[in-house]
């Protein structure tokens, strides 16, 4: 009887170490594959505003966009950052899900510049982002602002910048 117990117990850990590594991969796939796909509809809004609106000294162009980052749940894993910042000459969001590498996608075919602090997302939840399209020193950039966190519990909190 004991040996049954023992034997049992092994076969059950073991099945389940087998197990976790492919639901740690879904779970991080499923985390970026939402990441990406709304960064990709971003980058489209973003791409229009650049084609049709002209970049301005003051306030011009605005869009505001909602960016969900997904929480960390049996079908998801989290995503620890979402960053916007310039590569070479164009604007670009970089993410991490998890321990993996880096991802980065093209936004805009200008440079995207923070208005005050550099623009890091780490929680998740849903972030309110306004983007402008202005002119600084003399160059067309797309300005980045964190204006409001969709916290879990539905309550909107609004930050300074």
Not at 25 to 46: F, I, N, P
Not at 93 to 111: C, D, F, I, M, Y
């Amino acid at each position: 009887m004991i040996v049954r117990l023992v034997v049992g117990t092994v076969l059950a850990a073991t099945l389940l170490g087998v197990a976790a590594q492919p639901l740690a991969t879904a779970r991080a796939d499923a985390a970026d594959a939402a990441v990406d796909r709304q960064v990709t509809a971003l980058g489209e809004r973003l791409q229009s505003m650049v084609a049709t609106d002209d970049p301005t000294r003051g306030r011009g162009a605005r869009r505001v966009a909602e960016i969900r980052l997904p929480a960390r749940t049996w079908t998801s894993a989290a995503v620890r950052r979402l960053r916007f910042h310039t590569r070479e000459g164009v604007g670009v969001a970089s993410w991490r899900v998890g321990g993996a590498t880096n991802r980065t996608k093209r936004l805009v075919g200008v440079q995207i510049r923070p208005v005050g602090e550099a623009l890091t997302l780490r929680e998740s939840g849903t972030h309110r982002l306004a983007f402008g399209y202005r002119r600084q020193s003399g160059a067309p950039v797309v300005t980045v602002r964190h204006v409001g966190r969709q916290r879990g519990d539905g309550e909107v909190q609004a930050d300074a910048s």
